[in-house]
């Protein structure tokens, strides 16, 4: 488990972390959210006890992670795939890490082989790729065999068959009960990985959340254009849908206007067959809903222009 109590961070002027509070459970993947800025990196450079905080704590599995006396076998870590020793080998480089923490070198074989780099292990890491040095800085968090993993930005550099790679491996690690926390910008892969979803801007906490709570948050409507359009809101109504007109006429403001309606509480097929049942032709059936992506920019976008709200700014449309 990964706690985050009331952290501030701060870089000189900069407020960096602002009293940020949530914690990572076991058994989960947790995406860590939010734009170019918002403050992850300081957060998990907090977690490994990299800076220290002005107020507040971030603890592995209970205690300050200076404090752990494994650490490498409590918690995994990759900060930058990017900061390694490009002269070594990979072996080397796992080996090196491997016997300055009491680890053999068949567990160096082994984390090689799960990440898939175990024919290019006695290849230099200066000709890697950013995708196998992911893979190599991976290997380097697996190697203690720890419960709690974190990965700042893995999806970086990825091609789309080393982020199905990465997933993978997150899911395989959570469904044996460790705790899995990642950080991205990127909404639309985070999605289709993380259960849970811990979303910050400027520092603060946005949102703490499952991934299809807050798809569910962001579900739209359908566009509805008819032939007899009222009738349709009239009959849409009687289903228990909520129908509103798209664009009302200033004249008429009562009735839909020719933008259609837009209706909620009924997906397409069921207002389909009841258009069908009335006899009313329909001109278009268009299901609306914002995508992971559009409802990160919308959560985040609002954390940037209102600041000051709460974590439960009202975000929903
Ligand atoms: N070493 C540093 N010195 C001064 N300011 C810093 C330092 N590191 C980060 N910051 C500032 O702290 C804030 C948070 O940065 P951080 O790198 O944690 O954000 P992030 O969410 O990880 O962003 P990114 O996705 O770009 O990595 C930013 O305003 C950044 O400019």
Not at 139 to 168: K, S, T
Not at 238 to 262: I, N
Request: proline residues 5%; hydrophobic residues 45%.
């Amino acid at each position: 488990m990964i706690e985050v109590r009331g952290l501030t961070m701060r870089y000189g002027g900069t407020l960096a972390v602002d009293d940020l509070t949530f914690t990572v459970k076991p058994g989960l993947v947790t995406g860590f959210l939010g734009p170019n800025g918002a403050g992850k990196s300081t957060t998990m450079r907090a977690v490994l006890g990299l800076e220290i905080p002005a107020a507040g704590a971030a603890l592995v599995d209970g205690r300050p992670y200076a404090s752990l006396r494994r650490p490498m076998h409590t918690m995994g870590a990759l900060l930058d795939a990017g900061a390694v020793h490009g002269g070594r080998t990979a072996r080397a480089h796992l080996g090196c890490l491997a016997r300055s923490n009491g680890i053999g070198p068949r567990r160096v074989a082994a984390v090689l082989d799960q990440v898939g780099l175990e024919d290019v292990a006695d290849r230099r890491i200066s000709g890697f790729s950013l995708g196998m040095k992911q893979r190599l800085g991976i290997a380097a968090a697996l190697l203690g065999d720890p419960p709690v993993l974190m990965f700042d930005e893995p999806l970086n550099g990825l091609d789309p068959e080393g982020i199905r790679w990465i997933r993978d491996l997150l899911r395989s690690l959570a469904a044996q009960d460790r705790t899995v926390l990642l950080s991205s910008h990127l909404m639309n892969e985070l999605a289709l990985t993380a259960d849970h979803v811990v979303v910050i801007g400027r520092g603060r906490l946005i949102s703490d959340t499952t991934t299809d709570a807050l798809a569910e948050r962001f579900q739209r409507d359908v566009l509805v254009r008819a032939t007899r359009s009222e009738r349709l809101a009239e009959i849409l109504r009687a289903h228990g849908a909520t129908v509103t007109a798209e664009h009302v006429d200033p004249t008429t403001p009562d009735r839909p206007g020719d933008g259609g309606l837009s209706v909620r509480g009924l997906d397409a097929a069921g207002i389909g067959d009841l258009a069908l049942r009335a006899g009313i032709a329909l001109r278009e059936l268009t299901p609306r809903s914002a995508s992971l992506e559009e409802a990160f920019m919308e959560l985040t976008a609002d954390s940037v222009e209102y600041g000051s709200r709460p974590a439960t700014a009202e975000v929903a449309r």
